[in-house]
């Protein structure tokens, strides 16, 4: 056993599929998560896949006390992973104090709760929104951070600084930033995967609804951008890959002794692909087509941005390997598994 890991937001998209990796990995994984856009069966799901059911604590990260007595219980706790955050970019402009409460004061109490407990270890989930519409790509980590567009990408601008400011202090943690680009697919066992509340914001899981009949059609927001097709470009990177960077960030921190105590790396494939060569991969490889028609743009999407993850790759040890052909399966394989289930 490599130690205890505390994954806040344990049983959301992102934070399975890493419970998933840490536990393969010889990690014991505590989840804590308030089950706001989670379900509690996701558990199940990650203990088909490795055989292991992780303890589960029903709760907020706000709450201070609730987040000290799973320390009172485990003293042992090596390392922490926060996924625990709200994500949606035009709820959190409808809703800003909402992000700014659960995102900023969930960071807050954890980092104040690490050197009262002895954690020395923190992993930030941050997005490739710091950079807003980069004036290059690939972008590295030195590339310029651009003023949010919304306050979802704004609690991840101001949860970096807090991170910075507070090891810049002396305290005696270290934390790795991951700057994620576009997450998509899901674990290749169909077992556990994304599933939003309602009606989806993001491109995939719309798609995959779509393509099986819950939505009616897909619409790709804007065709008159100055990319090669006209459609936005991004850099969707496996969730599986994205996990497995995870595991890469703590054992540096918990091993290596040339690890800094602030790191930051981008996570991402180092390859742009458009939403329509997106919707195109899907079709080609599940032979199923999406209905969709081109609609105006989206207010506040970036036009193109992707990575380089050679940082990652060198540093890390870490390259993402599954490519968007696959990666559209496992999402399509997930979708068929909740049909099965009758969830969606
Ligand atoms: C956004 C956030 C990102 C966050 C991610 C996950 C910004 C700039 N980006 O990414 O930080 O981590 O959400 O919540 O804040 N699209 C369609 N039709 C749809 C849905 C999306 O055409 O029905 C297009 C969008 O216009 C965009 C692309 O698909 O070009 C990807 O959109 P989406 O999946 O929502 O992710 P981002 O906006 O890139």
Redesign the pocket.
């Known amino acids: 056993m490599k130690g205890k890991i505390l994954v806040t937001g344990g049983t959301g998209y992102i934070g399975s599929h890493t419970t998933v990796e840490l536990q393969n990995s010889g990690y014991e994984v505590i989840i804590i998560d308030n089950l706001s856009n989670s379900n509690i069966d996701v558990l199940d799901g990650i203990k088909r896949i490795t055989g292991i059911k992780p303890e589960f604590v029903q709760g907020d990260c706000t709450d201070i006390e609730c987040l000290e007595n799973i320390f009172k219980k485990h003293s042992d706790i090596k390392g922490i992973i926060n996924f625990a955050a709200s994500?949606?970019?035009g709820e959190s402009i409808a809703k800003p104090l909402l992000y700014y409460r659960n995102n900023l004061n969930t960071l807050m109490n954890l980092l104040e709760i690490m050197p009262k407990y002895g954690v020395k270890a923190l992993v930030f989930s941050s997005?490739?929104?710091v950079y807003?519409e980069p004036d290059e790509n690939p972008v590295t980590e030195n590339s310029p951070i651009k003023a949010a567009?919304?306050p979802?990408?704004n609690t991840?601008q101001i949860c970096e600084e807090i991170i910075t400011d507070y090891i810049k202090s002396g305290v005696n943690i270290k934390s790795t930033i991951l700057r994620?680009f576009?997450?998509?697919g899901a674990h290749p066992s169909a077992e556990i995967g994304e599933l939003p509340n309602g009606v989806?914001?993001?491109?995939?899981p719309?798609?995959t609804q779509t393509a099986i009949g819950v939505r009616n059609e897909?619409?790709?927001?804007?065709n008159d951008y100055s990319t090669p097709d006209g459609?936005?470009?991004?850099d969707f990177i496996n969730v599986v890959d994205l996990a497995k960077a995870h595991v890469c960030a703590l054992d540096r921190m918990i091993e290596n002794p040339e690890c800094e105590p602030l790191e930051t790396y981008n996570l991402g494939t180092g390859n742009g692909v458009s939403?329509m060569e997106?919707i195109n991969a899907f079709e080609k490889v599940t032979g199923v087509k999406v209905p969709h028609k081109i609609v105006g743009?989206?207010i506040?999407?970036?036009e193109k941005?992707w990575g380089n993850p050679n940082r990652a790759n060198s540093i890390l040890g870490w390259k993402a390997k599954i490519g968007i052909e696959e990666t559209m399966l496992t999402a399509w394989n997930w979708q068929l598994q909740l049909r099965k289930k009758g969830i969606m």
């Not at 897909?218 to 804007?222: D, N, P, Y």
């Open positions: 994500k949606a970019v997005s490739c929104t807003g567009t919304s979802y990408g991840k994620y576009n997450p998509v989806p914001q993001n491109l995939v719309y798609l897909l619409s790709v927001f804007g459609s936005c470009i991004r939403v997106l743009r989206r506040g999407d970036i941005v």
